[in-house]
């Protein structure tokens, strides 16, 4: 047996299974990139850079940005390249595991959630096209995950003991009160832009929308 050569491969595997290695963007870079929620399907992280800013070269597994603001960002490339990408407010880009050195060239600040997937291959569960009392619309898709624009209607309700056989990260792009009870515990009823919330597939649930008007949030669902 080679066993530099069969170290060598283990290694490689590793680092692109997960972000706990080196270049793990929330240890490089601590300023930028804050964990809010982890779990074994997704780690969830706020990503934060002020205008003129710049990380440092890190990696990410598969994942699923959506922006709270618009922003130009300029990726540096570990061959040396760029690409440039301009991040639509409210908008959700798929994006594939691998390295890059981000740089805030735009005028505002970058202010996003990225859903990083934990799962060694992808998921087969199907995501529902359409949901009683609530407008979807597909903003992002990967093999992983697919981000939705949702807007629930003042008569939007889940009835308690509601599941669903895919994971889902809830993230509010407004300040509502949308009742989310997840296995019979007390519900969230206060939401703030930005607030995330994972329902786990086959987990119990009830929602609601308590206000007279739609509710706007982005639904990052795991397949």
Do not use: C
């Amino acid at each position: 047996m080679n066993v530099r050569r069969t170290l060598g491969v283990l290694y490689v595997g590793l680092l692109g299974a997960g972000t706990a290695f080196a270049q793990d963007p929330v240890k490089v870079d601590p300023a930028h990139y804050k964990v809010i929620l982890d779990n074994p399907t997704v780690r969830v992280l706020k990503i934060s850079y002020p205008a003129g800013s710049k990380s440092v070269m890190h990696q990410h597994p598969d994942a699923i940005v959506v922006a709270l603001a618009p922003a130009k960002v300029r990726f540096g490339m570990p061959d040396g390249t760029s690409q440039d990408s301009d991040m639509v407010n409210n908008g959700a880009m798929y994006t594939p595991a691998g390295k890059h050195l981000p740089n805030n060239v735009g005028t505002n600040a970058v202010d996003a959630i990225l859903v990083e997937f934990k799962a060694p291959k992808p998921g087969t569960a199907t995501v529902p096209t359409s949901r009683p009392n609530m407008a979807v619309k597909t903003l992002a898709d990967g093999p992983y995950g697919t981000a939705i624009l949702s807007t629930a209607d003042p008569t939007f309700h889940e009835a308690a003991g509601t599941k669903h056989d895919y994971d889902q990260v809830v993230i509010a792009l407004e300040d509502s009160a949308i009742s989310l009870s997840l296995d019979g515990k007390a519900p969230k009823t206060s939401w703030k832009r930005g607030d995330v919330q994972f329902i786990g597939r086959g987990t119990p649930h009830e929602s609601k929308n308590l206000g007279s008007k739609p509710v706007e949030f982005v639904i990052v669902a795991i397949k």
